[in-house]
């Protein structure tokens, strides 16, 4: 089973909007075929955000995909990486735990935010990349 870090914008999406990519990536996660590396802290920002009124996602979904996350993903006791060279210092635990997970990908829909990850040879990709190279079939 593969081990990826979503980015929060790859959880909204595939809640708000039935098809896509980001909702084959879910139905991937439903389906056991890839599993969620997370912490605390990204697990804060998923309810956090998956709360917020103009998303119109119902409190009992948003609360059964962090359950769900939870009992089917890979806790990690992510370590402290240098900020340095990453714009938004709120995307710091997807990086902490992508890089101490040794996850295979970071998907995510705002690719520009994980540069420096990239220039270090890691693997961020977008929804549509992740689908099309592991699951061209879906």
């Known amino acids: 089973m593969l081990l990826v870090v979503l980015d929060t914008n790859v959880i909204v999406s595939a809640l708000i909007k039935d098809s896509g990519n980001p909702s084959k990536i879910f139905d991937l996660v439903i389906n056991n075929q890839i599993r969620l590396a997370y912490d605390n802290r990204i697990i804060g920002e998923y309810e956090e955000v ?46 902490e735990v992508f890089i101490t997970s040794k996850s295979l990908a970071l998907v995510t829909g705002n690719f520009r935010h994980f540069i420096p990850l990239i220039d270090k040879g890691l693997l961020v ?8 190279k592991y699951f061209p079939n879906q």
């Open 50 to 95: 998956l709360s917020r009124q103009e998303l119109h996602i119902s409190q009992s979904k948003a609360s059964a995909v962090i359950r769900y996350i939870e009992l089917t993903g890979h806790y990690v006791d992510a370590e402290s990486v240098s900020a340095d060279g990453f714009p938004d210092q709120n995307d710091m635990p997807f990086v």
């Open 125 to 132: 990709m977008t929804p549509a990349e992740f689908v099309s």
